[in-house]
């Protein structure tokens, strides 16, 4: 689409481009708030011998990329600081190779953003400020793992009040650079725990004298210990994106917020300061789900509201064992800048080191950049048209040691289900949010405050639906048990008992056909949770599914069950006008993850379809193949965006290439009185038929290879 085109589209979308000018009229957004492309060179220390500044400023604007990362200083300046204890890269001589990078970027009109790190420093560094840097409990600095010339600096320390300010202000007095981001820090993992003077100023004021035994949200020491650490990171934060302003005012400072759903750190809170929230999450390695970047795009929105979102994919072999200096696949690298542009973020694409003996990645980056520049009204995205929500229970996931797997479980069946739906944060429940949603899903939320609570129940007492299985509501936010759960009542239950499990061969057994049993016609069993609350209901009821209990799995002779029947549910399903509640006491989503019990599956699918409810969902999608769905409203209409992830490699290693999947017939509700005029597939050119009938357009994908963007204008 031309700009031409994008205008007379605009102008005939009418009612939407309304609020695109409201939002101009209002305030101009920030330069990072419209960037659409990113692209880092990390600097080595021998990089200032060698390194071809002008090549690779054309490679960045091949890639029409908006902002360039390019590595100021910290652990090593790449510039002739002036800073004590800044140490200048031992090959540096008389380059500037950090201002001759930016001067030639900018010279292509693109913004600079000053790449540092906070976490290391030198050996004279340790000499001159010993009170800069982390200790073990034997007092003794910590020293990088591989790297054992370095020692690691302490968040707690004026290292990060004095010295990376000083820095900061040093770098965007001469190069007034764009913005200022931190590699490696705060990062969304698990909280250390340091022994040096600053740390034991903070155990002694606010944690409780000492510093806690273990990182386990059981210990209270730990709670207090977990809430001085968000404090000192909020602080640094607003601390350094001050000092990134007083040079540009149109400046921000942007952190390290990978990780994906493995979150430790309130994200809720770290949300709150950040302008622009980048996720360093650059690739997978292991067992990790092909839809990791995805997912990460899911989590990121769900504190975001509308905010800048990054995510870094490297093009090298961020795999276990790791390759910095060959790529990755180029249908790997490919799928995850997919992933990131479908889930809403920009992409940011890196590679390390500035003499490549591999090239392969170039041409990887520039095509889907290209393309994506091309294309690049339909990825401003105004809003998701996803009906369902699912609870990001970022607590539990956090404190409970508990892991994803029920969120992962919950997952795979919304993929396999072909649903489109958006996450929630836990602490982000208020009515605004959840009213766009006519279903919440809770993946075992067990670790739930009260305040969510109060706001899930408002939400189903004013209409609205809700799934939610295992231990949810059975804990406050730290892991402190209720006596019930806090949402029982919605569920109309009580506690019976104890946990029950980890127990194998344990069933459920139908007791009267309904919506969630559709497709389990010949069977009267269903395969079992492995582990489960026991409940029983408050008020005389007959449960659809009820308990099988575990009995033996072998020797063959034993294996039949020794309760004949019980009326222990294993579902609860009420309606009450507009609102549908289904609660499973076992971890049913959990089990799917682990066993892949396709029953279990079908089951988790049914159970959101129906309390979704009889209403058309806003788009639905038929045909073969395992995909993951996103649609927008964007700026100039609607975009569906369709990630194939059918593939033998789903979870073992990397994609090394792309397996098509056939036709995809599509119904997209579009809002009333909205005309489309034209649907085309942007990934493959091509302009598709369609029927528009009152609010839905019909239309068929021919084929999917490795994603597809649907624009509905
Ligand atoms: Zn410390």
Redesign the pocket.
């Known amino acids: 689409m031309n700009r031409r085109e994008f205008l007379a589209s605009s102008a005939a979308a009418g009612a939407a481009a309304v609020p695109i000018r409201r939002l101009r009229r209002a305030a101009a957004p920030p330069w990072y708030a419209t960037m659409r492309r990113c692209g880092q060179l990390n600097f080595n220390e021998r990089d200032p011998l060698t390194l071809d500044v002008g090549g690779w400023a054309e490679y960045w604007a091949s890639l029409r990329v908006n902002a360039l990362l390019v590595n100021g200083g910290g652990i090593m300046a790449f510039y002739p600081t002036d800073v004590p204890y800044h140490h200048r890269s031992a090959f540096l001589g008389t380059r500037d190779l950090f201002g001759e990078m930016a001067a030639a970027a900018r010279a292509r009109s693109i913004r600079v953003v000053a790449r540092m790190d906070c976490n290391y420093s030198w050996e004279e560094a340790v000499q001159a400020h010993p009170e800069w ?3 073990d409990r034997d007092g003794q600095p910590r020293r990088h793992n591989e790297s054992t010339w370095l020692f690691k600096t ?4 004026p290292y990060f009040t004095e010295q990376m300010p000083a820095i900061y202000r040093e770098i965007g007095k001469r190069y007034a650079v764009d913005s200022f981001f931190t590699n490696g820090w705060p990062s969304t993992g698990a909280l250390g725990v ?7 100023k ?1 155990y002694r004021e606010k944690v409780g004298g000492v510093p806690p035994e273990q990182t386990d949200a059981t210990s209270p020491l730990y709670r207090r210990y977990y809430a001085a650490f968000m404090d000192r990171l909020l602080e640094v934060w607003r601390l350094w994106d001050a000092v990134a302003r007083e040079s540009r005012p149109d400046a921000v400072y942007v952190g390290n917020l990978g990780g994906g759903i493995r979150v430790v750190k309130d994200l809720a809170r770290i949300g709150q300061v950040a302008g622009w929230f980048n996720a360093d999450h650059q690739g997978r390695a292991g067992d990790t789900p092909l839809w990791d970047c995805a997912q990460q795009g899911r989590v990121a929105r769900s504190v975001m509201q509308g905010r800048t979102i990054t995510n870094v994919t490297g093009a090298y072999s961020n795999s276990r064992p790791v390759w910095r200096h060959v790529a990755k696949p180029a249908a790997e690298t490919t799928l995850w800048m997919a992933q990131t542009v479908a889930s809403g973020m920009v992409p940011w694409f890196h590679w390390l080191g500035g003499s490549p003996e591999d090239e392969r990645w170039r041409d990887t980056g520039r095509q889907f950049f290209a393309w994506l520049a091309a294309q690049e009204p339909h990825f401003r995205n105004t809003r998701s048209v996803a009906d369902l929500a699912v609870l990001f229970p970022q607590s539990t996931i956090a404190f409970s040691r508990q892991g994803t797997d029920y969120l992962q479980g919950l997952y795979a069946a919304l993929l396999q289900g072909r649903f489109v739906f958006d996450f929630v944060h836990e602490s982000d429940l208020s009515e605004k949010t959840l009213g766009r949603y006519r279903a919440l899903l809770v993946p075992n939320a067990a670790y739930l405050a009260d305040e969510p609570c109060r706001q899930i129940r408002a939400y189903v007492q004013a209409g609205g639906s809700l799934l939610a299985t295992f231990e949810t509501s059975r804990r406050n936010e730290w892991g402190d048990a209720r006596s019930e759960p806090a949402l029982a009542d919605l569920w109309g239950l009580t506690v019976a008992g104890e946990l029950v499990g980890p127990a194998a061969n344990s069933y459920m057994r139908i007791e009267e056909r309904h919506p969630v049993l559709a497709g389990f016609e010949g069977t009267s069993l269903l395969p079992g949770p492995e582990n489960r609350v026991p409940v029983r209901l408050r008020e005389a009821g007959r449960p659809v599914l009820t308990v099988v209990p575990s009995y033996p799995a072998f020797p063959p002779e034993m294996v039949y069950p020794r309760t004949a029947h019980t009326d222990e549910p294993a579902v609860v399903l009420r309606q009450r006008g507009s609102s549908r509640v289904a609660y499973f006491p076992g971890d049913v989503e959990r089990t799917f993850w682990r066993s892949g019990n396709p029953d279990l599956g079908r089951l988790l699918q049914n159970t959101v379809r129906w309390v979704r409810g009889d209403q058309t969902p806003p788009v639905s999608i038929a045909g073969e193949g395992l995909l993951e769905a996103f649609a927008w409203e964007t700026e100039p209409g609607y975009a569906l965006h369709l990630l194939n992830y059918t593939t033998p490699n789903l979870t073992w290693g990397l994609v090394d290439r792309f397996h098509p999947i056939g036709a995809q017939r599509v119904r997209f509700e579009v809002a009333a009185g909205r005309t489309i005029r034209r649907v085309e597939a942007l990934r493959s050119g091509r302009v598709l038929p369609f029927e528009h009938d009152g609010t839905a357009v019909r239309f068929e994908v021919p084929a999917v290879v490795d994603y597809e963007v649907v624009a509905l204008t």
């Open positions: 840097f982390e200790r302490c968040m707690f320390s340091c022994y040096c003077e600053s740390c034991q903070i």
